[in-house]
């Protein structure tokens, strides 16, 4: 573990990297530096101290200087602190175990540029192998103490779910998927064999009936209304007419007709005059004939017709019908989903009582005036339409009838063909569906699931850690290609590697091989020329593909390494360019890592991801790691140099830290010149009010013109709300304005008096926090 720098010089711009010092190192440092600052050199000399090599660094001399490199660590080696020196272009003392990610490793194991070369391959397999120091008896033992373990587990998993699988076999009933309407189906299937049971006694349950329609005759009502005699003389008609309208008096003609029946005795019944001889009385008895009587007697009898056949009691009629087969559909709802037909009533009620008044009164005319022919074409039309009214809204009902009994009917048959046992068996396996969701049980599967994939997994790393020594690299390859692969997966990744294991041939040397899986299909590595003739590695990749592909090489190599609690880790910059579950996934990785190793050191340029993993690590359970964040700035002539890191402050906005440069100040914490106070208040303000009203206050604009915009605003502009501090905001921005060139040419020459300008910062803070 390195504990201090204690000197760093002429590498590369870090021509004297300690100006103030040593540089202290904890067991997780970050450092900050911008791009061309010197992370990769620290990188480079990290690997050169592992090395013990000295042409990395006579490599990266500060190519102004003719010094030579020096460098000077303090290490840990047990319990003692022990300096290593490169001094004279020599290493002295023992250099720690180290591993370093950065573009060298990239170039060295992975790719290069478009191409993934044979030494490259070379290379990753003696970075992958490692020590191979792992004793194979002790891995079967601890796998066998591990296998054991999760058989225990499954086991006790196994017992849990006793009962609860019938009438399915333990891995049908751990497969069942969830059936959101079991309940359901299991009550329509008990239904169905309480109704199979109950067949018979069902088979006698009354259906609903269809209503009768209307079957009045209207045409031949009317033939009755329009019927005229032939038969009477025309002088005889031409007689009792003329007599009938001498006298105009309604209902004249059928009392005259009556009135032939009391003239038996050859006079007047009325006033005993003789009859005999009389013109008039011989009209009567040819115009009265006996047809007259059978006309008579028909319109009488179509006045019988009328009422019954359009009687108010044909309503009650359909009412009652209605009502009946409402109560026999209620009764098969215990059986069956069944929806009740409507009838209204008072539209048909009201159509039958214009259709009857209409004939009533024809009939009354025509009992009048028997000869008349009554009824006109539209009478007739709207009788009918009324009845057709009638007749249509029955059919309406009858066809939902209809199809009530249709469903009746088939659940009858069906009933014919149930089979209990069948309905018995399918509750019990919806049953079953509903006891593999309780939570109890799920848990149980959970658990049986993950002990017998791990017992699996265990049982397969066994089998292979028992071959031979000559399959070991084999076996050794094929655990980190699935390293890799997980890796590349948490990655989201749209790749995998496939096929990575150990070749001789060529060199006879072994390397690895392996090709790219991509959307299920398999892509060679390739050479620099099938860039322009085939899929390969460098037209299906993107750069930070191939870059996510070398860091999981190093993680997947890390991660089973079992000498990592002994080594320093060195990564330089990983998650540049890596989008956000990238980034995401690669400083989890990071944390894990801190976590395992003896010491890790991370470079980035990213300010914000050394910020998340600071934050990160001190929140991991059960103890936090508090990791000590340096930076490397320019210096003068443009060389770079350690210093101390505020990593909130390089990450915080102006808004923040002109924020913090007035509340430290009126807090008494503050070690900022007082004239830097004066002037942090107004942009403070700015920034206040820009967050505050969002989009109504623009960017940029000044504390002055805001003023100005809330003097102008009215309701309901939100800057109306500002009216009441108005006097405030100006009162404050004056005094804040005496420290600004915009508003003041002698700002820097303008006094501060302490007193003062502690007042107007409290008066600012003020306007934040009992004006928001």
Same mark, same amino acid.
């Given at each position: 573990?390195?504990?201090?720098?204690?000197?760093?010089?002429?590498?590369?711009?870090?021509?004297?990297?300690?100006?103030?010092?040593?540089?202290?190192?904890?067991?997780?440092?970050?450092?900050?530096?911008?791009?061309?600052?010197?992370?990769?050199?620290?990188?480079?000399?990290?690997?050169?101290?592992?090395?013990?090599?000295?042409?990395?660094?006579?490599?990266?001399?500060?190519?102004?200087?003719?010094?030579?490199?020096?460098?000077?660590?303090?290490?840990?080696?047990?319990?003692?602190?022990?300096?290593?020196?490169?001094?004279?272009?020599?290493?002295?003392?023992?250099?720690?175990?180290?591993?370093?990610?950065?573009?060298?490793?990239?170039?060295?194991?992975?790719?290069?540029?478009?191409?993934?070369?044979?030494?490259?391959?070379?290379?990753?397999?003696?970075?992958?192998?490692?020590?191979?120091?792992?004793?194979?008896?002790?891995?079967?033992?601890?796998?066998?103490?591990?296998?054991?373990?999760?058989?225990?587990?499954?086991?006790?998993?196994?017992?849990?779910?006793?009962?609860?699988?019938?009438?399915?076999?333990?891995?049908?009933?751990?497969?069942?998927?969830? %059936?959101?309407?079991?309940?359901?189906?299991?009550?329509?299937?008990?239904? $169905? +064999? *309480? /109704?199979?049971?109950?067949?018979?006694? &069902?088979?006698?349950?009354?259906?609903?009936?269809?209503?009768?329609?209307?079957?009045?005759?209207?045409?031949?009502?009317?033939?009755v209304l329009n019927k005229q005699l032939q038969?009477?003389?025309?002088?005889?008609?031409?007689?009792?007419?003329?007599?009938?309208?001498?006298?105009?008096?309604?209902?004249?003609?059928?009392?005259?007709?009556?009135?032939?029946?009391?003239?038996?005795?050859?006079?007047?019944?009325?006033?005993?005059?003789?009859?005999?001889?009389?013109?008039?009385?011989?009209?009567?008895?040819?115009?009265?004939?006996?047809?007259?009587?059978?006309?008579?007697?028909?319109?009488?009898?179509?006045?019988?017709?009328?009422?019954?056949?359009?009687?108010?009691?044909? %309503?009650?009629?359909?009412?009652?019908?209605?009502?009946?087969?409402?109560? $026999? +559909? *209620? /009764?098969?709802?215990?059986?069956?989903? &069944?929806?009740?037909p409507s009838l209204p009533t008072d539209p048909l009620r009201e159509a039958l009582k214009a259709a009857r008044e209409i004939m009533m009164d024809l009939v009354l005319k025509k009992r009048l005036a028997p000869l008349e022919s009554l009824g006109s074409q539209v009478d007739r039309q709207t009788v009918a339409g009324q009845l057709a009214t009638i007749n249509q809204a029955i059919a309406i009902y009858n066809a939902e009838i209809s199809a009530v009994v249709t469903k009746i009917s088939d659940f009858k048959k069906t009933l014919a063909t149930e089979n209990i046992s069948v309905m018995q068996a399918g509750v019990k396996k919806l049953e079953a569906a509903q006891k593999r969701q309780l939570p109890e049980v799920v848990t149980a599967i959970n658990e049986y699931q993950d002990a017998e994939t791990k017992r699996n997994q265990l049982e397969g790393e066994k089998l292979r850690t028992r071959e031979q020594i000559d399959t070991l690299m084999k076996t050794t390859l094929q655990q980190y290609q699935d390293t890799i692969n997980t890796l590349l997966l948490s990655f989201g990744a749209g790749f995998s590697i496939q096929q990575l294991k150990p070749s001789y041939v060529g060199t006879g040397e072994p390397r690895t091989e392996y090709v790219l899986s991509i959307r299920n299909k398999s892509v060679k590595l390739g050479s620099r020329a099938d860039i322009l003739?085939?899929?390969?590695?460098?037209?299906?990749?993107?750069?930070?593909?191939?870059?996510?592909?070398?860091?999981?090489?190093?993680?997947?190599?890390?991660?089973?390494?079992?000498?990592?609690?002994?080594?320093?880790?060195?990564?330089?910059?990983?998650?540049?360019?890596?989008?956000?579950?990238?980034?995401?996934?690669?400083l989890r990785l990071i944390c894990e890592l801190a976590q395992k190793c003896r010491q890790l050191i991370f470079l980035s340029h990213d300010s914000y991801c050394i910020r998340d993993m600071r934050e990160r690590l001190s929140d991991l359970k059960p103890v936090p790691v508090t990791p000590a964040i340096l930076a490397i700035f320019r210096v003068q002539n443009g060389y770079s140099a350690f210093a101390p890191c505020d990593i909130d402050d390089v990450c915080s906005s102006d808004y923040y830290r002109h924020h913090r440069l007035?509340?430290?100040?009126?807090?008494?914490?503050?070690?900022?010149?007082?004239?830097?106070?004066?002037?942090?208040?107004?942009?403070?303000?700015?920034?206040?009010?820009?967050?505050?009203?969002?989009?109504?206050?623009?960017?940029?604009?000044?504390?002055?013109?805001?003023?100005?915009?809330?003097?102008?605003?009215?309701?309901?502009?939100?800057?109306?709300n500002l009216a009441p501090i108005v006097n405030e905001l100006t009162e404050v921005n004056d005094y804040a304005g005496r420290f600004h060139h915009d508003t003041n040419q002698n700002d820097e020459v303008a006094s501060i008096v302490d007193s003062e300008l502690l007042t107007y910062a409290r008066r600012a803070l003020n306007l934040i926090y009992q004006n928001g």
């Open positions: 573990m390195i504990l201090k720098i204690l000197e760093l010089q002429n590498v590369g711009l870090l021509h004297n990297a300690t100006p103030n010092g040593a540089v202290d190192f904890a067991r997780v440092t970050a450092i900050y530096a911008e791009n061309g600052r010197g992370k990769s050199t620290l990188a480079t000399v990290m690997r050169a101290c592992s090395l013990r090599d000295a042409g990395r660094l006579h490599a990266r001399r500060t190519i102004d200087s003719q010094d030579v490199p020096e460098i000077s660590l303090l290490v840990q080696d047990g319990t003692q602190s022990v300096p290593i020196e490169f001094k004279n272009g020599v290493w002295s003392g023992t250099s720690p175990a180290m591993i370093v990610f950065d573009s060298e490793f990239v170039e060295q194991n992975v790719y290069s540029g478009l191409e993934v070369r044979a030494d490259q391959r070379q290379s990753l397999l003696e970075f992958a192998l490692g020590d191979q120091v792992v004793l194979l008896k002790q891995k079967v033992d601890e796998l066998t103490a591990d296998i054991e373990k999760q058989t225990k587990r499954r086991t006790h998993a196994e017992r849990a779910l006793t009962g609860y699988a019938a009438p399915y076999t333990e891995s049908e009933f751990i497969s069942l998927q969830p %059936i959101d309407d079991a309940q359901q189906q299991i009550e329509l299937l008990q239904k $169905r +064999i *309480e /109704a199979t049971r109950s067949a018979q006694q &069902l088979a006698f349950r009354q259906e609903p009936l269809p209503l009768p329609s209307f079957r009045l005759d209207v045409p031949a009502l009317f033939r038969d009477v003389e025309q002088s005889a008609e031409a007689t009792v007419r003329a007599h009938l309208s001498k006298h105009g008096v309604a209902g004249l003609e059928d009392w005259l007709s009556r009135g032939q029946d009391y003239m038996s005795l050859g006079e007047c019944p009325f006033c005993g005059q003789s009859l005999r001889g009389l013109d008039l009385i011989r009209a009567y008895r040819s115009y009265f004939n006996a047809a007259y009587s059978d006309l008579k007697r028909e319109v009488a009898d179509l006045e019988g017709r009328i009422g019954t056949g359009l009687a108010e009691s044909q %309503i009650g009629t359909i009412e009652a019908g209605v009502a009946t087969n409402t109560a $026999r +559909i *209620e /009764a098969w709802k215990d059986q069956l989903d &069944l929806s009740v003739t085939s899929h390969s590695f460098a037209t299906t990749l993107s750069d930070a593909d191939k870059r996510t592909l070398a860091f999981a090489f190093f993680i997947a190599r890390v991660k089973t390494d079992p000498n990592v609690g002994n080594e320093v880790v060195v990564l330089d910059d990983p998650v540049s360019s890596l989008d956000r579950n990238r980034r995401h996934q690669t007035v509340s430290d100040y009126v807090d008494g914490k503050s070690t900022a010149n007082s004239r830097d106070v004066a002037k942090a208040m107004r942009p403070l303000l700015e920034g206040y009010y820009h967050r505050r009203f969002p989009r109504r206050i623009p960017r940029k604009i000044l504390f002055g013109q805001i003023i100005a915009l809330v003097q102008q605003a009215v309701p309901p502009d939100p800057l109306s």
